[in-house]
Nanobody, 124 residues
């Protein structure tokens, strides 16, 4: 079992930056691939970024590639999402998720554990 708690969301202007963090507790964090997903108003939840359990592999949705960076710290048991050049369409609730021994899938169904989410609102 692993518990995930997101933080760092808030209100930001278009073009600005935010840094989301996800703190994990429970089983050995380094055995989990971590992903970030988001759900905007009246939208389905969608993949944003993922990082393998080792940190060697990262993947990004086309909509955020070049603007967002995912990273992890297996000592502090955290995964971060640095979001730059924010756009109004980035407005969503952002969730982190954990997948035991994963490589960082884009599929929600691969992730066993989810956080409660943190709201990001980008004003234009």
């Amino acid at each position: 079992q692993v518990q995930l708690v997101e933080s760092g969301g808030g209100l930001e202007q278009a073009g600005g930056s935010l840094r989301l963090s996800c703190a994990a507790s429970g089983r050995t964090f380094s055995t989990y691939a971590m992903g970030w997903f988001r759900q905007g108003p009246r939208k389905e939840r969608e993949f944003v970024a993922a990082i393998s359990w080792s940190g060697a592999i990262t993947d990004y949705a086309d909509s955020v590639k070049g603007r967002f960076t995912i990273s992890r710290n297996n000592v502090k048991n955290t995964v971060n999402l640095q979001m730059n050049a924010l756009k109004s369409e980035d407005t969503a609730v952002y969730y982190c998720a954990a997948d035991l021994w994963g490589e960082g899938s884009r599929r929600e169904q691969e992730y066993q554990y989810w956080g409660q989410g943190t709201q990001v609102t980008v004003s234009s």
